[in-house]
């Protein structure tokens, strides 16, 4: 609910309500849920979208959709929700930490450095809506023919290079979850413009699908699925926050603008490099040390990333104590998962960037003054 919540969400989940309309399949082809879909498509610049319950299952239909299973290798940044890593794990694949540079995302060095012949998919993330290098990242992916699936969970409506996260990989994951730029209280999406990925996602989200009278006929043989079908309650409240949200995005780029400048004019500080400066909706100040960083962070109540909790790889416990509800569905101690780590030794670049990195991003809605005074007070108390 970045940019606010109110009377249209409210009128529009009453009018559900009062109709008795709340479930996908109900409204058919000119409900909410179909009619959020060709928004969220047309927003992200691709041909698809497929409302899910939420990001995770959005991750996990792109793994489905893309093929992924038991044994592949599957590339993940090392800094993100634990759900990244979570979806390969869940339908039996092994992920392995890939290294974040100092713009905070994916190194693409890295990344080609740990490609090895069993790698099938990569999954880039695209953290506090801060673009990976996707013009290196794809350039890489595509020389090895690997599919790059683009957790976009936190940077819904981000732009890189003038084009929308989430546009440029094979499949791409939302999120509508509560800390998320547009919010249905939990929600998510499938991006993608491949109608056979499209197909595959949609079979796998709805266990029940071989009923449902589509108006995009499914080209492929069905299979079987679960359930993580949306609510036309959370696409009628999606349908107003998306009206939110470029206006949202373009006041939110215009106040890392100017904090950005007023940092820049006067020096002193190291801004975290970003890989599109311009459209940035993000402000992350680097140190030198962790001591300094420390500091900062507690005079100025900004967060420090490695106090992010499960965002910091060695808190991601059922990883790190490789651990499934039984062990012969865990991918984890099989012997070549054995032979991924998820400790201190797996990412150490990303754990010392995480230390020396705090997050000053001020919000979409501060006025000019709000933001002079918050970067005076940064001066008057460097660390
Ligand atoms: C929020 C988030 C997810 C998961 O989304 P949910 O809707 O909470 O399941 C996945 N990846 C990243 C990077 C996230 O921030």
């Known amino acids: 609910m970045r940019f606010g919540i109110g009377q249209p969400e409210i009128d529009a989940v009453a009018d559900c309500i009062r109709k008795g309309e709340l479930a996908r399949f109900q409204v058919g082809a000119n409900g909410r849920i179909a009619r959020c879909e060709k928004e969220l498509a047309a927003m992200s610049g691709t041909k698809y979208a497929l409302l899910v319950n939420s990001g995770t299952s959005a991750l996990i239909c792109g793994m489905v959709a893309l093929g992924i299973g038991p044994g592949d290798d599957v590339l993940v940044s090392s800094y993100t929700w634990i759900s990244s890593p979570l979806a390969p794990m869940l339908v039996g694949a092994i992920p392995r930490l890939v290294e974040m540079d100092d713009t905070l995302t994916m190194d693409p060095d890295d990344l080609e450095a740990k490609i090895r012949p069993d790698t099938k998919a990569i999954i880039c993330v695209h953290m506090m809506n801060m673009p990976c290098d996707m013009d290196r990242i794809m350039a890489i992916a595509n020389r090895h023919g690997i599919p790059v699936l683009e957790d976009a969970c936190q940077a819904v409506g981000g732009l890189y290079k003038g084009r929308r996260l989430g546009s440029f990989g094979k499949i791409s994951a939302y999120s509508f979850n509560n800390y998320k730029n547009i919010s249905c209280g939990e929600g998510g999406a499938v991006i993608t413009d491949d109608e056979e990925l499209y197909d595959r996602a949609r079979l796998y989200h709805d266990a029940g699908t071989f009923v449902q009278n589509y108006e995009h006929a499914v080209q492929i043989p069905f299979f079987a699925g ?158």
């Not at 106040?255 to 020096?267: C, N, S, T, Y």
């Not at 797996?346 to 933001?371: F, G, I």
């Open 226 to 383: 679960q359930d993580y079908r949306a609510s036309e309650i959370q696409a009628a409240i999606l349908l107003e926050q998306l009206k939110r949200l470029d206006p949202g995005m373009e006041k939110w780029r215009d106040r890392v603008r100017l904090m950005r400048g007023l940092i820049e004019k006067r020096g002193g500080f190291h801004i975290a490099r970003h890989n599109d400066p311009d459209s940035a909706c993000a402000l992350l100040l680097q140190f030198d040390t962790e001591a300094e960083a420390d500091a900062f962070s507690q005079k100025h109540h900004c967060l420090r990333l490695i106090n992010s909790g499960r965002h910091v790889f060695t808190n991601w416990a059922p990883l790190t104590e490789r651990r499934a509800y039984r062990d012969d569905v865990n991918p984890l101690i099989t012997p070549k998962g054995l032979l991924a780590k998820y400790d201190e030794s797996a990412a150490p670049r990303t754990l010392d960037l995480m230390r020396r990195t705090c997050d000053v991003t001020p919000t979409w809605s501060m006025t000019d003054e709000q933001v002079a005074a918050r970067v005076d007070a940064f001066y008057a108390s460097p660390c």
